[in-house]
Structures are given as structure tokens and as C-alpha cells.
Nanobody
């Protein structure tokens, strides 16, 4: 059983930056592919980024490509999401998730989820 706790969300102006963190405990972090998802009010949860177990591969949603960077530190059991040039449409609750079996963009394939952290981007 893996427990995930996100942090780093907040209020930022458009064009600004934030770095989200996701601390993992209760399992072997390096065994899991890790993803970031987000859910805006009134919308379905959507994929943001995913990273392989070693950090050697990553994939991004087109909407964040070139602005967001996913990374991980297996020694610290922590996942990160560096978000630059934020836009109002990035406003959402951001969730980290752990997937044991595959590098996937499908939220239903993830086994463990954090509670989420709110990111609000003002125009």
C-alpha cells in the first residue's frame, strides 16, 4: 500500500511558476510509474504527465508540453511537477498517482492516488 501526499499548490499570476511535490511512503517508490493528473471544476480528471520508474522516460499532455516538467527523486521517494508559464486554464486540483504495471495516461490504470493540491492561476 502506497500513500501519496501532494504539496506546493497555491495562487499564482499568469506567467508565473509553481513546483508541486508528491511524497510517497509505505511502498517501494522506485517500482512505480508515477503520473500527474488534474481536475478543473465541472470537468473530468485529465492526464498531465507520466514518468517511468527510473525517470528516463516521460510523456506530457499536449496542453502542458514545453511548460511543465515531471521528475522524480527515488532516493527521496518524491515526485515533482515543475510548472512554468502558467495559464488560467491550468487552474485545477492536481493529483499524483502511482501505477505498478505500465507507463500509461489512463487514470483508471493507476493504483494509488494522493488527496490533491489546488493550483489557481489568476489572469
Amino acid at each position: 500500500q502506497v500513500q501519496l501526499v501532494e504539496s506546493g499548490g497555491g495562487l499564482v499570476q499568469a506567467g508565473g511558476s509553481l513546483r508541486l511535490s508528491c511524497a510517497a511512503s509505505g511502498g517501494t517508490f522506485s517500482r512505480y510509474r508515477m503520473g500527474w493528473f488534474r481536475q478543473a471544476p465541472g470537468k473530468e480528471r485529465e492526464f498531465v504527465a507520466v514518468i517511468s520508474r527510473t525517470g528516463g522516460s516521460s510523456y506530457y499532455a499536449d496542453s502542458v508540453k514545453g511548460r511543465f516538467t515531471i521528475s522524480r527523486d527515488n532516493a527521496k521517494n518524491t515526485l515533482y511537477l515543475q510548472m512554468n508559464n502558467l495559464k488560467p486554464e491550468d487552474t485545477a486540483v492536481y493529483y499524483c498517482a502511482a501505477n505498478y504495471l505500465s507507463l500509461t495516461v489512463v487514470d483508471g490504470h493507476y493504483d494509488y492516488w494522493g488527496q490533491g493540491t489546488q493550483v489557481t492561476v489568476s489572469s
